[in-house]
């Protein structure tokens, strides 16, 4: 089992910087691949960015690609979001994800993942 624990959330105006960080714990982080979601009040569960395991590779939706970076640090076992340029549409619940084995699924299907924190909110003002 892996537990995921977010932070780094919180109120922010618009045009503003957050950095999301989920650490994890209970098996080794450096192999599962990681992924971020977000979910705003009244909508589905949306992908946000995703990293391999190594790091090698990173993914973006493409409304965040440009604003927000991914990154991890395998020895923290420490996933990272970096958020810039933070829009009001970006006021969500931020969820990590990460999984292993499941790479026949995309890295923006929430089925790659069988581990999810609780959550962090994000609340973008104007």
């Known amino acids: 089992q892996v537990q995921l624990v977010e932070s780094g959330g919180g109120l922010v105006q618009a045009g503003g910087s957050l950095r999301l960080s989920c650490a994890a714990s209970?098996?080794?982080?450096?192999?599962?691949?990681m992924g971020w979601f977000r979910q705003a009040a009244g909508k589905e569960r949306e992908y946000v960015a995703a990293?391999?395991?190594?790091?090698?590779?990173?993914y973006y939706a493409d409304s965040m690609k440009g604003r927000f970076t991914i990154s991890r640090d395998n020895a923290k076992n420490t996933g990272y979001l970096q958020m810039d340029s933070l829009q009001l549409e970006d006021t969500a619940v931020y969820y990590c994800?990460?999984?292993?084995?499941?790479?026949?699924?995309?890295?923006?299907?929430?089925?790659?993942?069988?581990?999810w924190g609780q959550g962090t909110p994000v609340t973008v003002s104007s």
């Open positions: 209970g098996r080794t982080f450096s192999i599962l691949d």
């Open positions: 994800a990460a999984g292993t084995g499941r790479s026949f699924y995309p890295p923006s299907s929430h089925n790659r993942y069988d581990y």
């Open positions: 990293m391999s395991w190594s790091g090698g590779n990173t």
